[in-house]
């Protein structure tokens, strides 16, 4: 009796070792499971955060470039018009300076000589005294009827109509001096671009 009693208890340590192993590797498993799981996890969204700000980062470089393009091309902008101004202003005093004097009496027999009849000049209120005298030679010389009149708008050059021609001419400083940075705003245009070129690439 005692023997089977033994027997029976060894038995059931036995019994109760191997289902302590099989319920310890279950768990041990199971918590394998879980640890890889969590672990696959925090990959994926390490990698879906990595990638996310490697975007970001690229999507800002490129806002970033648009930028400063954007910003170089309104400095040139800037740059021209500044430029375009300072030449406008030279222009415009050097156009002034010139019209005066024997070039401005050249200038006005040769519009005169242009037409025939009944011939008007507007011209500024400091030159009409210096040339009435002049205009009067040119109608007696020409045969022309010349009506000399002054404008307190003009202050250099002048302007010139035909009445039989109802034509229109306007040579003042003003027109002379627009139609000359007319002509160079597209060489300047092209200098400021060329100059900031060069200075980007040497930079």
């Not at 038995?11 to 696959?40: D, H, L, M």
Request: aromatic fraction near 4%; proline fraction near 0%.
């Amino acid at each position: 009796m005692a023997e089977e009693l033994k027997h029976l208890i060894e038995q059931i340590q036995k019994e109760g070792v191997e289902k302590a192993n099989e319920q310890a590797e279950t768990i041990i498993s199971q918590a394998k499971g879980k640890a890889a799981k969590i672990i696959a996890e925090a990959e994926e969204k390490s990698n879906a955060a990595l990638a996310k700000a490697k975007t970001e980062s690229e999507a800002f470089a490129e806002r970033s470039v648009k930028t400063l393009e954007q910003a170089a091309r309104d400095l040139l902008i800037t740059v021209g018009q500044g430029c375009e101004k300072v030449v406008t202003a030279v222009l415009g005093k050097e156009v002034d300076g010139a019209l005066s004097g024997n070039v401005l009496e050249k200038m006005i027999t040769s519009a005169v000589a242009m037409g025939s009849g009944s011939v008007q000049l507007v011209v500024s209120e400091n030159d009409k005294a210096a040339l009435t005298s002049y205009c009067a030679s040119i109608a007696k010389s020409s045969g022309q009827s010349i009506e000399l009149t002054s404008d307190s708008e003009i202050l250099s050059g002048f302007k010139v109509s035909f009445k039989d021609k109802n034509v229109y001419l306007d040579y003042t400083g003003e027109a002379v001096a627009e139609a000359l940075a007319t002509f160079l705003r597209p060489e300047l245009a092209k200098t400021v671009s060329v100059v900031a070129r060069e200075q980007l690439t040497n930079a």
